[in-house]
């Protein structure tokens, strides 16, 4: 509120002054203060309405602005604003709700990759923002998440079957939920040790201490991959930490397959988006495989960006999150694959280097 400031004798005083509240009336009002501004002066036809005659002289001026809202409007504009809005409302329908941290990461990777003007400070959106867009967009709002310690984190019977009913109705309304099995996929990563542990091996009774001489290198690479339900596999995904991939990698790669880099190995936000629009998709058009598609993945919800969404709603993938915490009960490739091509990778890798010692 304005403060006016009063001196009486050599003492500032400061009173407080209370602004007007803002008059109310509808669009009808104007309009019809419109029409009796024909007959009468502006003051008079503004009288009855209980309207500015200032403001029925800008609206007089501009027949536009009737239908418009006081205040601004979306900074990013109707249709992008709408757009993170659809991605919000699909995250949160398919079992991937995110926070008000992870809508504004989002947001500000969105406005740097698409290169759109904004007010912002470094392109990420703050506080003031955040509200403007809950009001803009309706049907949003914050809800606490429900948070349990480590003793309480198992999954329950009753999260699964409420998963379970909550998936049995998006796919329902999608009309995709009796789809073949070559139609259903699942998705998730590993990480792969260069050098992983070794077997089991025989030693003499009572040795306090076994000891085997192998590599000291601990790096691993991380590999993305999808298997259908028909047990059909899409081409990998490996992640490498390294600043460039080597020649050689690239050259004895199978086909298809695809390379990424991170500063740890692991699989980014920016690389899951690459593997979907440049190795998934392009693979399910060429095998003609019928889509939409479903894919089912880990709560990797950091991983889920505006534009990948949008990609997957514009091309009839639907991505649909597993329940958290449920990776051993309902995650196919961790039950079923995993163990067993970790086992089998721990025999490969001493049998390559060997014969890798022997060519050279």
């Not at 509240?21 to 501004?37: E, P």
């Not at 006081?70 to 699909?90: R, S």
């Not at 914050?142 to 699964?160: G, M, N, Y």
């Not at 397959?257 to 699989?267: H, R």
């Given at each position: 509120?304005?403060?006016?400031?009063?001196?009486?004798?050599?003492?500032?005083k400061v009173?407080?002054t209370?602004?007007?509240?803002?008059?109310?009336?509808?669009t009808?009002?104007?309009q019809?203060a419109l029409?009796a501004?024909?007959?009468?002066?502006?003051?008079?036809?503004?009288l009855?309405f209980?309207?500015?005659?200032a403001t029925?002289s800008?609206k007089?001026?501009n027949?536009?602005?009737?239908?418009?809202?006081?205040?601004?409007?979306?900074?990013?504009?109707?249709e992008?604003?709408?757009?993170i809005?659809?991605?919000?409302?699909?995250?949160a329908?398919?079992g991937?709700?995110g926070?008000?941290?992870?809508?504004?990461?989002?947001?500000?990777?969105?406005?740097?990759a698409?290169?759109?003007?904004?007010?912002?400070?470094?392109?990420?959106?703050g506080?003031?923002?955040?509200?403007?867009?809950?009001?803009?967009?309706?049907?949003?709002?914050i809800?606490?998440a429900?948070?349990?310690?480590?003793?309480?984190?198992?999954?329950?019977q009753?999260d699964?079957?409420?998963?379970?009913?909550s998936v049995?109705?998006f796919?329902?309304?999608?009309?995709?939920?009796h789809?073949?099995?070559s139609?259903?996929?699942?998705?998730?990563?590993?990480?792969?040790?260069?050098?992983?542990?070794?077997?089991?091996?025989?030693?003499?009774?009572?040795?306090?201490a076994?000891?085997?001489?192998?590599d000291?290198?601990?790096?691993?690479?991380?590999?993305?991959?999808m298997?259908?339900?028909?047990?059909?596999?899409?081409p990998?995904?490996?992640?490498?930490n390294?600043?460039?991939?080597?020649?050689s990698?690239?050259?004895?790669?199978?086909?298809?397959?695809?390379?990424g880099?991170?500063?740890?190995?692991?699989?980014t936000?920016?690389s899951?988006?690459?593997c979907i629009?440049?190795?998934?998709?392009?693979?399910?058009l060429?095998?003609?495989?019928?889509?939409?598609?479903?894919?089912?993945?880990?709560?990797?919800?950091?991983?889920?960006?505006i534009?990948?969404i949008?990609?997957?709603?514009e091309?009839?993938?639907?991505m649909?999150?597993?329940?958290?915490?449920?990776?051993h009960i309902?995650q196919?490739?961790?039950?079923?694959?995993?163990k067993?091509?970790k086992?089998?990778?721990?025999?490969?890798?001493?049998?390559?280097k060997?014969?890798?010692?022997?060519?050279?």
């Amino acid at each position: 509120m304005p403060n006016s400031v009063k001196a009486k004798k050599g003492v500032a005083k400061v009173v407080r002054t209370t602004r007007p509240k803002r008059r109310k009336y509808t669009t009808s009002d104007v309009q019809n203060a419109l029409k009796a501004l024909k007959n009468c002066s502006m003051r008079k036809a503004a009288l009855p309405f209980n309207k500015p005659s200032a403001t029925l002289s800008r609206k007089n001026k501009n027949p536009q602005s009737l239908e418009k809202k006081p205040g601004t409007g979306p900074v990013l504009g109707v249709e992008t604003e709408a757009k993170i809005a659809q991605w919000i409302k699909h995250r949160a329908q398919n079992g991937f709700p995110g926070t008000k941290n992870q809508v504004l990461d989002a947001v500000d990777l969105y406005v740097k990759a698409e290169k759109l003007p904004n007010p912002f400070t470094e392109d990420r959106p703050g506080r003031h923002w955040f509200e403007a867009f809950k009001k803009h967009q309706g049907g949003l709002t914050i809800c606490k998440a429900q948070q349990f310690s480590h003793t309480r984190a198992e999954v329950t019977q009753e999260d699964l079957e409420e998963w379970f009913v909550s998936v049995e109705k998006f796919l329902t309304s999608k009309d995709i939920m009796h789809l073949d099995p070559s139609r259903v996929f699942n998705c998730d990563e590993t990480s792969l040790a260069i050098c992983p542990k070794g077997e089991d091996v025989l030693a003499v009774k009572g040795a306090r201490a076994v000891y085997s001489i192998c590599d000291a290198d601990k790096a691993c690479f991380t590999v993305l991959f999808m298997y259908s339900a028909a047990g059909v596999r899409a081409p990998l995904m490996v992640m490498y930490n390294l600043q460039k991939v080597p020649n050689s990698v690239v050259q004895n790669s199978p086909e298809g397959w695809a390379t990424g880099l991170s500063e740890n190995g692991w699989m980014t936000t920016e690389s899951f988006y690459e593997c979907i629009t440049n190795i998934f998709y392009p693979w399910l058009l060429q095998e003609q495989i019928q889509l939409p598609v479903i894919l089912y993945a880990d709560n990797h919800s950091s991983y889920l960006n505006i534009p990948l969404i949008s990609f997957c709603e514009e091309r009839g993938i639907e991505m649909i999150g597993l329940v958290p915490n449920s990776t051993h009960i309902m995650q196919p490739l961790d039950i079923s694959f995993f163990k067993a091509f970790k086992d089998s990778w721990r025999k490969s890798v001493p049998k390559f280097k060997k014969l890798t010692i022997y060519q050279n």
